[in-house]
């Protein structure tokens, strides 16, 4: 018995037009939408409407119905649209018998009536058994095989995040799998033959798999470490909203406004802008070695102001001693050795700007390439499961379920319901999310069917 997809959603705008000066709020906006499910038996094939609008910001406001009456409640987006934050994602498998086959009907109509979830089928291909022991072993390396690719993905994200320095949601429109956004890849998933062959035994496509996650954790780690070494190191050339101790000078201080001969030098004095008269007064009394009248102001901000004094050098010790005890912060500054920061400093930012390039594309390519192996990281762990489960010859299917966390819990108790035969012991209630090492298993509770979270938090970056 086939079972079909659960239906999406297609949006197709037509006939958009739009009179009046963009610039002007009286711009009005005329569109027709139509809205058709690929199939689906409970709702008419096609609704459309036009719609009417007045531009003030932002002309996608008025793409959308302000109202229209489909008989029922009515959720705009596909809920296969995107693979955002406060979503569970799981893939169930039940045997295909026709008590379960039953069940697995009644669930697709108790999904379209409520919307409790999005519901399609999870296509696996047919792989090589071998022995019962050998499938004990490799459930328990696939579990932890999950659990390091599922914390590499995690990392993968977060370094995206680091680097870019961009908000979450603009950091996953980068995050793509084979080209195409997430939720995509996981509705079609297509078992990629070519690079994990089925005629191989389970355990061979075990390792391939923890080879690549492997390899990837290691070079993270090691283009991370590299990248954030040339960062620091430029960071702590620039300094130039840090304090006036420390930061670079050179974009306020001239070459022209420093002395330094044989016997003379200049200092640069931070005085607070409430101590510019005492400055003033007793600048050229901090030491008797001061040039009189050589103080001037070079710079200011609302705090403070940079006053620059010449003096012979071997003075420099006395009037830096006798500038602290009267509250002045003395800065000794070599025009020469700040310009050849500046210069290392440029050289540090095109390095920084290329290793930026560099490791930005190596994280897109390989989040892609981490995430399809953890998808495909999943199916095998639904077929070992379902082997281990319901026995030979192997003969079950696969779902993958979407739901708003906040409804998770009722699906859960839907499906618990449904799937009861399987295993009349399993518990019909649910005290925690769908996650395990162990099919069916949580830590308090043990389902009937065989259940694993695709876990989105690891895309939730902090």
């Given at each position: 018995m086939q079972i079909e997809s659960q239906p999406f959603l297609v949006t197709t705008w037509s006939d958009v037009t739009a009179t009046g000066d963009p610039g002007d709020s009286g711009l009005s906006v005329s569109h027709s939408v139509s809205l058709r499910w690929s199939s689906c038996s409970d709702f008419p094939n096609t609704y459309s409407w036009t719609n009417r609008g007045r531009h003030e910001d932002n002309l996608k406001t008025y793409l959308m119905p302000n109202a229209c009456s489909f008989g029922k409640d009515f959720d705009w987006r596909s809920p296969c649209e995107?693979?955002?934050?406060?979503?569970?994602?799981?893939?169930?498998?039940?045997?295909?018998?026709?008590?379960?086959?039953?069940?697995?009907?009644?669930?697709?109509?108790?999904?379209?009536?409520?919307?409790?979830?999005?519901?399609?089928?999870?296509?696996i291909p047919e792989l090589k058994v071998g022995i019962l022991d050998s499938l004990l072993s490799v459930s328990d390396d696939l579990s932890k095989l999950d659990a390091l690719t599922e914390s590499v993905i995690k990392k993968t994200c977060q370094c995206m995040k680091e680097v870019m320095e961009q908000s979450n949601d603009k950091v996953l429109e980068n995050a793509l799998a084979n080209g195409v956004d997430l939720m995509s890849y996981v509705t079609k998933f297509q078992w990629d033959k070519a690079k994990y062959p089925t005629a191989l035994p389970l355990s061979s496509l075990a390792d391939i798999i923890n080879k690549e996650v492997s390899q990837v954790e290691t070079e993270l780690k090691t283009r991370a470490a590299v990248y954030n070494s040339v960062k620091i190191s430029l960071q702590s050339l620039?300094?130039?909203?840090?304090?006036?101790?420390?930061?670079?000078?050179?974009?306020?201080?001239?070459?022209?406004?420093?002395?330094?001969?044989?016997y003379l030098t200049t200092l640069l004095v931070l005085v607070s802008r409430g101590s510019y008269l005492q400055w003033e007064r007793t600048y050229e009394s901090l030491s008797e070695f001061v040039v009189p009248r050589s103080s001037r102001k070079l710079y200011e901000d609302k705090q403070a102001g940079v006053f620059s004094v010449t003096l012979f050098k071997r003075a420099v010790c006395e009037f830096k001693a006798k500038a602290q005890e009267s509250k002045f912060t003395v800065r000794e500054y070599n025009f020469e050795l700040e310009e050849e920061k500046q210069q290392e400093m440029k050289k540090l930012s095109v390095h920084k700007k290329e290793q930026y390039g560099i490791f930005v594309r190596w994280l897109k390519m390989n989040f892609s390439e981490v995430f399809v192996t953890w998808i495909h990281l999943k199916a095998l762990r639904v077929f070992v499961e379902s082997v281990l489960r319901y026995g030979l010859p192997v003969n079950y299917q696969a779902l993958l379920l979407q739901m708003d966390r906040k409804r998770s819990k009722k699906l859960r108790e839907e499906l618990s319901s449904l799937f009861k035969h399987l295993d009349p012991t399993a518990t019909t209630t649910s005290k925690t999310d769908v996650s395990s090492d162990i099919p069916g298993i949580c830590p308090q509770e043990y389902f009937s069917y065989i259940c694993f979270q695709i876990n989105t938090n690891v895309l939730e970056i902090s």
């Amino acid at each position: 018995m086939q079972i079909e997809s659960q239906p999406f959603l297609v949006t197709t705008w037509s006939d958009v037009t739009a009179t009046g000066d963009p610039g002007d709020s009286g711009l009005s906006v005329s569109h027709s939408v139509s809205l058709r499910w690929s199939s689906c038996s409970d709702f008419p094939n096609t609704y459309s409407w036009t719609n009417r609008g007045r531009h003030e910001d932002n002309l996608k406001t008025y793409l959308m119905p302000n109202a229209c009456s489909f008989g029922k409640d009515f959720d705009w987006r596909s809920p296969c649209e995107a693979l955002g934050v406060m979503t569970d994602l799981c893939l169930i498998s039940v045997p295909l018998d026709k008590t379960s086959l039953t069940s697995v009907e009644k669930l697709k109509r108790t999904i379209a009536k409520t919307s409790l979830a999005s519901c399609c089928k999870f296509h696996i291909p047919e792989l090589k058994v071998g022995i019962l022991d050998s499938l004990l072993s490799v459930s328990d390396d696939l579990s932890k095989l999950d659990a390091l690719t599922e914390s590499v993905i995690k990392k993968t994200c977060q370094c995206m995040k680091e680097v870019m320095e961009q908000s979450n949601d603009k950091v996953l429109e980068n995050a793509l799998a084979n080209g195409v956004d997430l939720m995509s890849y996981v509705t079609k998933f297509q078992w990629d033959k070519a690079k994990y062959p089925t005629a191989l035994p389970l355990s061979s496509l075990a390792d391939i798999i923890n080879k690549e996650v492997s390899q990837v954790e290691t070079e993270l780690k090691t283009r991370a470490a590299v990248y954030n070494s040339v960062k620091i190191s430029l960071q702590s050339l620039e300094h130039k909203d840090g304090p006036f101790q420390t930061r670079g000078l050179n974009d306020i201080i001239r070459k022209e406004d420093l002395v330094d001969s044989e016997y003379l030098t200049t200092l640069l004095v931070l005085v607070s802008r409430g101590s510019y008269l005492q400055w003033e007064r007793t600048y050229e009394s901090l030491s008797e070695f001061v040039v009189p009248r050589s103080s001037r102001k070079l710079y200011e901000d609302k705090q403070a102001g940079v006053f620059s004094v010449t003096l012979f050098k071997r003075a420099v010790c006395e009037f830096k001693a006798k500038a602290q005890e009267s509250k002045f912060t003395v800065r000794e500054y070599n025009f020469e050795l700040e310009e050849e920061k500046q210069q290392e400093m440029k050289k540090l930012s095109v390095h920084k700007k290329e290793q930026y390039g560099i490791f930005v594309r190596w994280l897109k390519m390989n989040f892609s390439e981490v995430f399809v192996t953890w998808i495909h990281l999943k199916a095998l762990r639904v077929f070992v499961e379902s082997v281990l489960r319901y026995g030979l010859p192997v003969n079950y299917q696969a779902l993958l379920l979407q739901m708003d966390r906040k409804r998770s819990k009722k699906l859960r108790e839907e499906l618990s319901s449904l799937f009861k035969h399987l295993d009349p012991t399993a518990t019909t209630t649910s005290k925690t999310d769908v996650s395990s090492d162990i099919p069916g298993i949580c830590p308090q509770e043990y389902f009937s069917y065989i259940c694993f979270q695709i876990n989105t938090n690891v895309l939730e970056i902090s």
